[in-house]
């Protein structure tokens, strides 16, 4: 059986850090890098693993693959703190690890949102590489958004994680907020530009697809918050991407 180590990043996480470390302690090895965790997130992980390290945050995409970097073994199972592998996914993954067929596996991901399990919307089923070899994968993407790139065969694997995202509405704002924040910021670094067409037809269609073409509505109201927050999320990234440029002189926008 391949030997497996689980890379985990962190930030004052202790109210959710336990339940993802008790989903993966049949791992032969946790990685822990934490970027300055003021709460007890580091001393429960080390309840798990004395491989915690820290390094200062210098962004998603680069934060899991220092944690990849450090990790001893081939195979990799990434997650984050939010995260549980269910039992029925950690008994799939020991299974594939005795003989792997593939370099890279996919799973779907579902999320816990307002009481319930989301099953549409665009979030279920919500796949995504998280186990792979080291020497076939990196973590890749526009920051905050990050996603495996498999240079390799990719299988796929039906037991879930699940997912426990916001704590409440409040905390997905917040959330929306920051990661907006981050993504118009990787746009303006890209050379990208937004105007108001962006800011009316982007949310729209967003909206249109997460509670029509996904089938948001059958998630009853959490569906449709769901579809309203995602247009939302478009609209303000876009909405700080022209302020940016605007502020900044990159935009055609900025008054002299």
């Given amino acids: 059986m391949e030997k497996l180590s689980v890379t985990i990043i962190t930030l004052n996480e202790e109210k959710r850090i336990r339940d993802a470390l008790e989903s993966v302690k049949w791992a032969d090895?946790?990685?822990?890098?934490?970027?300055?965790?003021?709460?007890k997130t580091v001393d429960i992980c080390k309840e798990y693993t004395d491989?915690?390290?820290?390094?200062?945050?210098?962004?998603?995409?680069?934060?899991k693959n220092v944690a990849v970097?450090?990790?001893?073994?081939?195979?990799?199972?990434?997650?984050?703190?939010?995260?549980?592998?269910?039992?029925?996914?950690?008994?799939?993954?020991?299974?594939?690890?005795?003989?792997?067929?593939?370099?890279?596996?996919?799973?779907?991901r579902h999320v816990?949102?307002?009481?319930?399990?989301?099953?549409?919307?665009?979030?279920?089923?919500?796949?995504?590489?998280?186990?792979?070899?080291?020497?076939?994968?990196?973590?890749?993407?526009?920051?905050?958004h990050d996603t495996v790139v498999?240079?390799?065969?990719?299988g796929y694997l039906n037991g879930d994680i699940d997912h426990y995202s916001y704590n409440d509405i409040?905390?997905?704002?917040?959330?929306?907020?920051?990661?907006?924040?981050?993504?118009?910021?990787?746009y303006l670094k890209l050379g990208k530009k937004a105007g108001v067409w962006n800011m009316i037809s982007r949310p729209f269609g967003t909206f249109f697809k997460k509670y029509l073409?996904?089938?948001?509505?059958?998630?009853?109201?959490?569906?449709?918050?769901?579809?309203?927050?995602?247009?939302?999320?478009?609209?303000?990234?876009?909405a700080k991407l022209w302020e940016l440029s605007h502020i900044t002189g990159n935009g055609d926008d900025k008054k002299r």
Avoid: C
């Avoid at 090895?29 to 709460?39: K, R, Y």
């Avoid at 073994?73 to 299974?95: C, M, V, Y």
């Fill in 29 to 39: 090895e946790i990685i822990v890098v934490d970027s300055g965790s003021t709460d």
């Fill in 51 to 63: 491989k915690v390290f820290f390094n200062p945050w210098p962004g998603h995409v680069a934060q």
């Fill in 69 to 108: 970097d450090k990790a001893s073994h081939l195979w990799i199972l990434s997650i984050d703190a939010d995260e549980r592998i269910t039992p029925k996914l950690a008994g799939e993954i020991q299974k594939v690890l005795h003989n792997p067929k593939a370099d890279a596996y996919k799973m779907p």
């Fill in 112 to 144: 816990y949102y307002l009481g319930q399990w989301i099953n549409h919307s665009g979030w279920y089923p919500d796949n995504k590489v998280r186990l792979f070899r080291k020497d076939k994968a990196r973590w890749g993407g526009t920051n905050p």
């Fill in 150 to 154: 498999a240079n390799g065969n990719v």
């Fill in 170 to 186: 409040a905390h997905h704002v917040n959330t929306i907020n920051h990661f907006t924040t981050i993504s118009s910021g990787e």
């Fill in 213 to 238: 073409l996904k089938q948001g509505f059958r998630d009853g109201v959490p569906g449709f918050i769901i579809a309203i927050s995602s247009a939302y999320y478009v609209f303000l990234k876009y």
